[in-house]
């Protein structure tokens, strides 16, 4: 089913896939998983928040839902995401053929802006569905070329007044279970289940200098900003030891030219660790690193934290379950955030994870075996039917 929309959102600059929130690529995913859905019989809801909602029966209260997003990283694979959509979609063929049909309501889910590759803040879909983030906050975010939230929404034809946490979706959730591609290299075997997602977040820094001339300026009259932007970046490497994670994947200089010492720049920080107070620990000592390389070149810097998420510890007994449901599964950590992670404040939530033996995500190279994702679906498969009979 992933060959049915490889052409969709391709990035010929970056390579991989670029499918954000709202933009032309995305919709077009939206249509074929409505599409796809209805020609299985679910009937498709879109929220006020624009996730999408594919019920198998009437939709009401304690739904097992299953699902992913649609939506990428800049340049990225074609796994991350999808997979858990296409897997949800064939683990109901299979349920179908097998004549079953769901003691409870059920639904796939397909979240928007999961990856907060457009406006900047992850699992954007979930946090207003859950009201994990402001309405008016997310409304006003920018993507790159100026473009907020609400505009975005309402080109794409839904009502940004709306927006807002959903009691009635959140409440009608009894379970969650999302399959995702395993984005590291800790499954030896085709499938496993989550243990916990590592606690993380995003922190915008703007370092502020003198715009000037590259050839005209001498040395000592400079105040450049792009300087501790440079040295955030090896404060990150330096400070994340022992599990941590600091990411600097974003620069933006402003303005931007080879001849121009940059008036601001603009860095992104995400960091990662197992627990909130290492991963603060991390963020604090960078930032003082940060705070130290601008006064040593003149320049300020503000420091903005984006978006936050505690750890998530999955719900053990439904993890065991589901482990047990299949024979006996391995559990283990990820390292990357996901819708799940903002439910699981919420209702009980668990997580599949199919293989990828490249261990890459995020890019080109993430990859899974047709035989490990037809495993997949079985798996997720005998998971609705174990939970939702
Ligand atoms: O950033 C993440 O970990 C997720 O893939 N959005
Ligand atoms: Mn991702
Ligand atoms: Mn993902
Ligand atoms: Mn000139």
Redesign the pocket.
Known sequence: MLDQIADIGRDAQRGGYSRHAYTKPEVELRHWFAEQAERRGLAVETDRNGNLWAWWGEPGANALVTGSHLDSVPGGGAF?GPLGVTSSLQAVDLLQAKGFTPGRPFAVAVFAE??GGRFGV?CLGSRLLSGAIDAAKALSLKDPDGVTLAEAMKAAGHDPERVGRDDEALGRIGQFVELHVEQGRGLTVPVGVASSILAHGRWRFTFAGEGNHAGATLIEDRRDPMVPAAQLVIAARRAARDGGRATVGRIVPNPGGTNVIASTVDVWLDARDSDDARTRAMVAEISEAARQAAAEEGCEVRIAEESYGDTVHFDPRLRDDIANALGGVPALPTG???DAGILAAHVPTAMLFVRNPTGVSHAPEEFAEQADVDEGVRALAATIEHLGS
Do not use: F, L, S, T
């Open positions: 991350d999961e990856e992850a990357a955030g996901h």
